[in-house]
């Protein structure tokens, strides 16, 4: 009897990505790396691993993402470590230990990679997911916020994302922050009684919290509390008041949402997200905000930041929706050579062309015209490359447009030239 060996599968909430999606991913990579290099923004690349502190600190204590979601494990040196829930304050993280303060000025650093979140998966949401970020590190000036809005609005743009909402609130600073916690607070215990378990709770310990709550009943309630923006002290009024005037000045539109508190505990003054309406439940593609004080809560300098994550596969489903994203992944050429005589000056053409850059596919068995011909259409090859006796002995190949049928002869040393015009 044969023992059935059970496949092993990727883990719940984590998942492959193939080709040909692989490609439309690195095409929206690369647009990122081109947008992000206009406005002068560098590439930062920090560990997955971070001492588990760092988040605790930072992203804070009462938080989804510190106590529920985080991958968190003793080393075997009994370090606490976690897989990184997000990537802001690894930058910073890194800004500091790297004194990139001396440097003076400010700092544009952005980044690409996977995240980690324990959270339950469904569609749009994974436990590895992906993100495209910035971070300015160094400047409070509001102009600031808003041309990082402008360059997010214009990399959404280049990937075919149109239909969207920027949401953008103010969550204050640490001086005007708790008289309005206050007068939350009270209105809350009016309230609290008929919020859900976990909003009771946040009444103690992190009553803006509430304002990020996501159970349906709890929202008429929530919708009714005070807002944020009524208790802003002058100065990030101000603030406020001056990154929606150049918002407009920019042409970018906003709506302002002032219950959008964001997940996380670092933001200070502007948050904002980005929604898209083809996404369903979870909705939305990007998030961040102002974090003035973040550098400070994990030992560094006093340095005001202001960034955005967008969540990479969130805006690939919703680049596919918009249906403008195109990569190109197929093959240029398919060398079919038949006769041994012809698979050594087929290898030499296949490395010629390879080296000019243009994609190509060769077999090594010897096979017949045909089943040749039946691979180079399953690989989707723009032209197939014939090399035979005939071809051989007059020194000239037949090229063959797969799309058109159309087909030529050409001397070997032409043909890289022609494919790289034709593709
Ligand atoms: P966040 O709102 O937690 O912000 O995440 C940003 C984006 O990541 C979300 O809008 C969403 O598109 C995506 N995302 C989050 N969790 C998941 C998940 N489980 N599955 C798929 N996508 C997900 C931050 O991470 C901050 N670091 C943003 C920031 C940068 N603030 C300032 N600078």
């Not at 708790?178 to 103690?204: F, I, M, N, W």
Request: with cysteine; hydrophobic share 35%; proline share 5%.
């Amino acid at each position: 009897m044969s023992i059935r060996i059970e496949p092993i599968r990727s883990v719940k909430g984590t998942r492959d990505l193939l080709p040909p999606d692989t490609a439309l991913w690195r095409r929206v990579e690369e647009e990122a790396h081109r947008v992000f290099t206009a406005y002068h923004f560098r590439e930062i690349r920090t560990p997955v691993l971070e001492e588990t502190a760092l988040f605790a600190r930072s992203v804070g204590t009462d938080t989804d993402i510190v106590t529920k979601e985080m991958y968190t494990f003793r080393d075997r040196d009994e370090e606490l470590l976690t897989l990184r829930p997000e990537a802001t304050a690894s930058v910073v993280r890194a800004y500091i230990e790297h004194s990139l303060y001396n440097q003076g000025g400010i700092h544009k650093l952005y980044y690409i990679g996977p995240m980690f979140r324990r959270e339950r998966p469904q569609k749009g949401r994974y436990r590895q997911f992906y993100q495209i970020g910035a971070e300015v590190l160094g400047s409070d000036h509001p102009a600031l916020d808003a041309e990082v809005l402008e360059m997010l609005a214009l990399f959404l743009e280049h990937v075919g994302i149109k239909e969207y909402r920027l949401l953008i609130n103010s969550v204050g600073c640490p001086q005007c922050r708790p008289g309005y916690v206050e007068h939350l607070r009270r209105a809350l215990e009016g309230v609290k009684s008929s919020l859900c378990e976990d909003c009771q709770r946040r009444t103690e310990t992190n009553p803006l919290r509430v304002l990020d709550c996501k159970v349906e009943a709890d929202q008429p309630i929530i919708d009714k509390l005070p807002h944020f923006l009524d208790y802003l002290g002058p100065e990030c009024r101000q603030h406020f008041e001056r990154v929606t005037s150049e918002l407009q000045a920019r042409g970018l539109a906003y709506q302002v949402a002032p219950r959008l508190v964001r997940g996380l505990d670092y933001y200070t003054r502007t948050t904002f997200e980005i929604t898209s309406g083809v996404l369903g439940a979870q909705n939305a593609i990007a998030g961040g905000g102002r974090y003035d004080g973040l550098s400070e809560i994990i030992g560094g300098p006093p340095t005001p930041g202001f960034g955005f994550s967008i969540g990479q596969d969130r805006l690939m489903m919703a680049a596919e929706a918009a249906g403008e994203l195109k990569a190109a992944d197929s093959l240029g050429a398919y060398v079919v050579w038949m006769g041994d005589a012809a698979l050594e000056p087929a290898r030499q053409l296949t490395r010629d062309l390879r080296r000019g850059g243009v994609s190509v596919e060769i077999g090594y068995e010897p096979v017949k015209l045909k089943k040749s011909m039946g691979l180079a259409n399953r690989y989707q090859a723009r032209y197939a490359i014939i090399i035979g006796e005939s071809e051989l002995s007059r020194g000239r190949y037949q090229v063959k447009d797969m799309t058109s049928g159309e087909q030529q002869e050409m001397e070997p040393g032409t043909i890289a030239a022609y494919l790289k015009e034709k593709l």
